[in-house]
Nanobody, 116 residues
Framework: QVQLVESGGGLVQPGGSLRLSCAASGSIFSANTMGWYRRAPGEERELVATITSSGMTNYADSVKGRFTVSRDNAKNVYLQMNSLNPEDTAVYYC???????????WGQGTQVTVSS
């Protein structure tokens, strides 16, 4: 089992920045992909950004150039969000997937609200 705990969400004005953090614990494989997804009200959950244990990244087109995903080891992942706009308002979920596995683990989610 893997547990994921997110932090760093909140209310921010348009154009502002936030940094999300996620800490994984439990049966962590060093070869894995961690990342961030989000679900806006009335919408499906969508990819935001992922990063592999070797440092390869993948971003949704809507966040390229504004968001940066990073990690400092096999267990911690971060999302730096700049130039936020109201369309970024959503619950953001941390994800973990071990290499070779199809199952995803999810955090409980952290709310990000962009509003003036």
């Amino acid at each position: 089992q893997v547990q994921l705990v997110e932090s760093g969400g909140g209310l921010v004005q348009p154009g502002g920045s936030l940094r999300l953090s996620c800490a994984a614990s439990g049966s962590i494989f060093s070869a894995n992909t961690m990342g961030w997804y989000r679900r806006a009200p009335g919408e499906e959950r969508e990819l935001v950004a992922t990063i592999t244990s070797s440092g390869m990244t993948n971003y949704a087109d809507s966040v390229k150039g504004r968001f940066t995903v990073s990690r400092d080891n096999a267990k911690n992942v971060y999302l730096q969000m700049n130039s936020l706009n109201p369309e970024d308002t959503a619950v953001y979920y941390c994800s973990y997937q071990a290499v070779g596995e199809t199952y995803y683990y999810w955090g409980q989610g952290t709310q990000v609200t962009v509003s003036s």
